[in-house]
Protein backbone atom coordinates (compact mmCIF):
# COMPACT_ATOMS: atom_id res chain seq x y z
CA UNK A 1 0.00 0.00 0.00
CA UNK A 2 1.16 3.63 -1.07
CA UNK A 3 1.54 6.26 1.47
CA UNK A 4 2.69 10.16 1.21
CA UNK A 5 2.81 11.93 3.85
CA UNK A 6 3.56 15.35 4.24
CA UNK A 7 4.74 17.23 6.91
CA UNK A 8 6.44 20.55 7.73
CA UNK A 9 3.48 23.06 7.20
CA UNK A 10 2.71 26.15 9.21
CA UNK A 11 2.12 29.74 9.52
CA UNK A 12 5.24 32.28 8.55
CA UNK A 13 5.64 35.98 7.76
CA UNK A 14 6.33 37.29 4.08
CA UNK A 15 9.59 36.75 3.58
CA UNK A 16 10.13 33.78 5.96
CA UNK A 17 10.99 29.85 4.94
CA UNK A 18 9.27 26.58 5.20
CA UNK A 19 10.93 23.26 4.58
CA UNK A 20 8.21 20.30 3.60
CA UNK A 21 8.77 16.69 3.54
CA UNK A 22 6.92 14.07 1.95
CA UNK A 23 7.95 10.73 3.56
CA UNK A 24 7.03 7.36 1.49
CA UNK A 25 5.99 3.99 2.10
CA UNK A 26 4.99 1.02 -0.40
CA UNK A 27 6.69 3.15 -3.40
CA UNK A 28 10.54 4.00 -3.95
CA UNK A 29 10.93 7.41 -4.91
CA UNK A 30 14.12 7.35 -6.30
CA UNK A 31 12.61 5.37 -9.45
CA UNK A 32 10.03 7.55 -10.94
CA UNK A 33 8.84 11.51 -10.83
CA UNK A 34 7.36 12.97 -7.76
CA UNK A 35 6.12 16.21 -8.03
CA UNK A 36 4.77 18.73 -5.53
CA UNK A 37 1.47 20.64 -6.01
CA UNK A 38 -0.53 23.32 -4.51
CA UNK A 39 -4.35 24.42 -4.28
CA UNK A 40 -5.55 28.03 -2.80
CA UNK A 41 -8.81 27.80 -1.63
CA UNK A 42 -11.41 28.00 -4.20
CA UNK A 43 -8.48 27.54 -6.85
CA UNK A 44 -7.63 25.18 -9.03
CA UNK A 45 -4.53 22.75 -8.13
CA UNK A 46 -1.28 24.11 -9.20
CA UNK A 47 2.03 22.14 -10.27
CA UNK A 48 4.77 23.76 -8.01
CA UNK A 49 7.94 21.80 -9.10
CA UNK A 50 8.75 18.23 -10.20
CA UNK A 51 11.84 16.33 -9.64
CA UNK A 52 13.11 13.27 -12.21
CA UNK A 53 14.71 9.87 -11.33
CA UNK A 54 17.74 11.46 -12.07
CA UNK A 55 17.46 14.33 -9.72
CA UNK A 56 16.57 16.99 -12.36
CA UNK A 57 14.21 19.44 -11.17
CA UNK A 58 11.30 21.50 -12.89
CA UNK A 59 9.57 24.73 -11.62
CA UNK A 60 6.13 26.43 -11.89
CA UNK A 61 7.40 30.01 -13.02
CA UNK A 62 5.92 31.32 -9.86
CA UNK A 63 7.82 29.58 -7.75
CA UNK A 64 11.25 29.59 -9.81
CA UNK A 65 14.16 30.83 -7.83
CA UNK A 66 12.61 30.54 -4.51
CA UNK A 67 11.54 26.97 -3.84
CA UNK A 68 13.90 24.23 -4.52
CA UNK A 69 13.09 19.89 -4.64
CA UNK A 70 15.18 17.75 -3.28
CA UNK A 71 15.22 14.07 -2.46
CA UNK A 72 17.12 11.99 -0.05
CA UNK A 73 16.52 8.07 -1.87
CA UNK A 74 18.05 6.63 1.66
CA UNK A 75 15.32 7.99 3.41
CA UNK A 76 12.54 7.93 0.60
CA UNK A 77 11.74 11.24 1.11
CA UNK A 78 11.07 14.26 -0.83
CA UNK A 79 11.38 17.73 0.13
CA UNK A 80 10.56 21.67 -0.72
CA UNK A 81 12.39 23.79 0.61
CA UNK A 82 10.22 27.39 0.17
CA UNK A 83 12.54 30.80 0.70
CA UNK A 84 11.03 34.07 0.02
CA UNK A 85 7.44 33.72 1.24
CA UNK A 86 4.97 35.39 -0.15
CA UNK A 87 1.01 35.51 0.51
CA UNK A 88 -0.05 34.43 -2.56
CA UNK A 89 1.75 30.94 -1.45
CA UNK A 90 -0.54 30.35 0.76
CA UNK A 91 -2.22 27.06 -0.30
CA UNK A 92 -2.30 23.45 0.89
CA UNK A 93 0.69 21.53 -0.54
CA UNK A 94 0.42 18.11 -1.56
CA UNK A 95 3.28 15.33 -3.08
CA UNK A 96 2.71 13.25 -5.53
CA UNK A 97 3.95 10.10 -7.04
CA UNK A 98 4.02 9.39 -11.01
CA UNK A 99 4.81 5.79 -11.54
CA UNK A 100 4.50 6.46 -15.36
CA UNK A 101 7.73 9.21 -15.96
CA UNK A 102 11.32 8.77 -14.62
CA UNK A 103 13.33 11.02 -16.89
CA UNK A 104 11.20 13.62 -17.90
CA UNK A 105 7.96 15.11 -15.32
CA UNK A 106 5.00 16.42 -16.64
CA UNK A 107 3.37 18.67 -14.24
CA UNK A 108 -0.16 18.27 -14.84
CA UNK A 109 -1.67 16.47 -12.13
CA UNK A 110 -3.41 13.70 -13.87
CA UNK A 111 -0.60 12.72 -14.39
CA UNK A 112 0.15 11.67 -11.05
CA UNK A 113 -0.95 7.99 -9.44
CA UNK A 114 -0.64 8.92 -5.99
CA UNK A 115 -1.06 11.77 -3.54
CA UNK A 116 -0.09 12.94 0.17
CA UNK A 117 -3.12 13.85 2.26
CA UNK A 118 -1.55 17.44 1.92
CA UNK A 119 -0.16 20.03 4.25
CA UNK A 120 -1.32 23.62 5.15
CA UNK A 121 1.21 26.75 4.02
CA UNK A 122 -0.09 29.71 5.61
CA UNK A 123 1.96 32.99 4.89
CA UNK A 124 0.88 36.03 6.40
CA UNK A 125 1.73 39.73 4.82
Known amino acids: QVQLVESGGGSVQAGGSLRLSCAASGYTISSHCMGWFRQAPGKGREGVGAITLGGSTSYADSVKGRFTISKDNAKNTLYLQMNSLKPEDTAMYYC???????????????????WGQGTQVTVSS
Open 96 to 114: AADWSHSWYCVMSEYEYNY
